[in-house]
């Protein structure tokens, strides 16, 4: 056999041994059982860069770990700050808030060893939150979410801070990301 006979016959049965078969018209598709979960959209204005940085939104009384990207990794203080802004327009348009206004302020944050020391203002009086556990927990979620954060600590006055639990607990000592777990979802 000459070799462009070869081809065409080389050709189809390299197609024909695909396994992908073939329908004459298109066939419906059954979507997997269970709840389905989607990435939030991708915020067209939020930097792309080599530096992951997490932040622990709230959606639906649920903390959701989101992560960001940046040039550069952001200090501890500057995560915080991050945290505090709140969720990007995008983020908002998936259902992720913030439960930090007016429950928790957030007002500096130090590092020693391997733990954060977040200062905590007194509420105002007429702040009208009630979800602590959640804002507390979106800044224990987000700064243990560094390597170089283990442990985070409330202070307000210079001294530390009882602060609620997911378990509704009120703990003094310092917390871990398992402190609010329960909590804790991924998208």
């Known amino acids: 056999m000459n070799r462009r006979r070869l081809a065409p016959l080389a050709l189809t049965v390299l197609l024909a041994g695909c396994g992908i078969p073939t329908d004459d018209s ?12 989607s990435a ?7 930097p792309a860069g080599r530096a992951v940085e997490t932040l622990c939104l709230v959606r639906d009384n649920w903390i959701v ?3 960001r990207r940046a040039d550069d990794p952001p200090s501890v203080a500057e995560h915080l700050r991050h945290l505090l802004a709140g969720p990007t ?14 429950a928790v302020n957030a007002a500096g944050v130090t590092v020693t060893g391997m733990q954060a020391l977040v200062t905590v203002d ?18 224990v979620c ?9 442990t985070v600590a409330f202070l307000r006055d210079g001294r530390a801070l009882g602060v609620p639990r997911a378990d509704g607990s009120l703990s003094v000592a310092p917390l871990t990301r398992a402190d609010y777990a329960p909590l804790i979802v991924d998208r």
Do not use: K, N
């Open 26 to 37: 298109p066939r419906p598709v059954q979507p997997p059982r269970g709840p389905l979960r």
């Open 65 to 67: 770990p989101v992560v």
């Open 142 to 150: 987000t700064l243990t979410s560094r390597g170089d954060v283990t």
């Open 122 to 139: 007194a509420p105002a009086d007429d702040a009208g939150r009630s979800d602590e556990v959640l804002a507390f927990g979106q800044i």
């Open 89 to 102: 327009g995008a983020e908002r348009d998936s259902s992720l808030t913030t439960a930090l206004p007016g």
């Open 40 to 46: 939030a959209p991708a915020d067209a204005t939020a």
